[in-house]
């Protein structure tokens, strides 16, 4: 490859003529000049033996900012094509790591038969989302980074790199325990969730750390993978739509001047809100819980107050969740990986409120470009709720037939140990059980239309009213 691009003249040269010439891993290095249509074709070339040969499926472009060892990145006569318009390195910096996963994924694209590209860079410009996923770099293992972290794939989100997130557990360095399960448990909810570290610090698996964080980690992870189908639903909103998968307090509570300063908590997709724990020992905070119905995520509590700060504690095993009242989020069982269990039956849990709500739920054939030709189904869920009745009803678009046969219904936040039922689905009566965690649950076919629970007496959310324990 070195031979073919010095004889084709496709490496970036000095304002004197010479070859660029800088130290990285390898040791002294030429570098291609991704600014140029030919050498961007000529790059995806070389990833057909990869993929064809070798089974790679996806590239991590890491230094490409470019980074160089004596300088850090190019000198500034390092010249350019710039697609046509030739410039020194000051104006095509920002762009040339941009340019190569650009070319990267044209390979990916080309020799891929059809599946998904996937990559990552490390150097990101506007624009850079319609080619990889990026990680906000080398961090250090510090609180003061994972606050870094949470700041950073929030803002970038808003700038409209949603696919992000950081070094789980800091890549230099190495964290305590507990920091590195309140980062699991914080990049759970970050699109981009893995775990990354220098060689020379340490084992940062997660199970590192003995055998409670072990479990605790399992625990985070576990929600991540149930997760998934409402990760998936996020990620389909912010290629159609364009709208951030992290959603940081004042992008969505702009007209609130309260929200303005807080950067903690945020959003992930339309109806989850997260509330990362940032500090070490930390077994309770103050936060800030917008105007609205909010249920814990883990155990169905209802919070005392709304749109002011409010404490709650925050158990070393768990990370604080709150749910809008009304929503549905979509979960798989659980899984080690997505082809574990061919097929796998969706549950869709919808929280009881009072008045209406509207959810998404996203679903695909999972790799492949059919769903640029609407081979998708695009569900919108409508929860209607008052005393002692919830209904959910359905509707979707595109031409996508899932396999399964049944989706599971649990309804959360009703709040009736003792009550006689009554189910509905599709004008056929149901029957429903309650599980240990005051929960119940109904099965209904693939593309049941209207599901109906009732329940008398009538106790709606009173033994659920007290302090959050998150």
Not at 333 to 356: C, F, M, S
Not at 357 to 367: A, K, L
Not at 442 to 468: I, N
């Amino acid at each position: 490859v070195w031979v073919e691009g010095v004889e084709k003249g496709y490496f970036c040269r000095r304002q004197d003529g010479n070859l660029m010439k800088g130290s990285v891993w390898p040791g002294l290095c030429h570098f291609p000049d991704f600014t140029r249509p030919d050498v961007r074709h000529w790059w995806a070339d070389q990833f057909q033996g990869l993929i064809e040969e070798v089974g790679v499926h996806g590239i991590w472009n890491d230094m490409n900012e470019p980074a160089v060892f004596e300088d850090g990145t190019f000198p500034h006569d390092v010249r350019h094509d710039y697609d046509g318009h030739p410039c020194s390195h000051r104006k095509a910096h920002n762009i040339y790591g941009m340019q190569m996963i650009r070319a990267t994924q044209e390979g990916l694209r080309r020799f891929g038969k059809g599946k998904r590209p996937f990559s990552i860079t490390r150097s990101a410009y506007a624009g850079t989302q319609r080619f990889a996923c990026g990680w906000t770099g080398d961090n250090v293992a510090s609180w003061e980074h994972l606050n870094m972290a949470n700041t950073q794939c929030q803002r970038l989100a808003t700038s409209g790199m949603s696919f992000i997130g950081s070094d789980i557990g800091g890549f230099i360095e190495t964290p305590s325990p507990e920091l590195y399960l309140r980062w699991i448990q914080l990049a759970v909810f970050h699109p981009f969730f893995r775990t990354h570290s220098s060689g020379d610090h340490g084992d940062q698996e997660p199970w590192s750390f003995g055998e409670d964080t072990t479990d605790w980690v399992r625990r985070a992870i576990e929600m991540r993978y149930r997760l998934l189908p409402a990760v998936y639903t996020a990620f389909w909103q912010y290629v159609k739509d364009g709208t951030p998968m992290l959603r940081s307090l004042p992008l969505v509570e702009h007209e609130n001047p309260d929200a303005y300063w807080r950067s903690a908590e945020f959003y992930f997709g339309d109806h989850l809100y997260v509330v990362p724990i940032l500090a070490e020992g930390e077994e309770g905070r103050f936060l800030y819980l917008p105007k609205s119905d909010w249920f814990s995520y883990h155990d169905d509590s209802r919070p005392k107050a709304v749109a002011t700060d409010i404490w709650i504690e925050c158990p070393i095993d768990r990370i604080p969740v709150f749910v809008r009242g009304g929503a549905v989020i979509p979960h798989w069982p659980l899984q080690q990986h997505t082809g574990e269990i061919p097929n796998p039956e969706p549950e869709l849990r919808a929280w009881w409120k009072n008045g209406n709500e509207t959810s998404r739920w996203y679903e695909d054939q999972g790799d492949g470009e059919a769903w640029k030709h609407g081979v998708y189904r695009d569900s919108t869920l409508r929860v209607e709720g008052a005393e002692g009745r919830i209904t959910l009803t359905r509707d979707w678009e595109g031409s996508w037939t899932p396999v399964y046969e049944t989706v599971h219904l649990t309804l959360c936040g009703i709040g009736s140990a003792e009550a006689e039922l009554k189910v509905n689905i599709d004008g056929h009566e149901a029957a429903a059980h309650r599980g240990d965690d005051g929960r119940y649950r109904v099965a209904a076919p693939r593309d049941f239309r209207s599901a109906t629970l009732e329940w008398s007496p009538v106790r709606v959310g009173r033994q659920h009213e007290r302090s959050v324990e998150a």
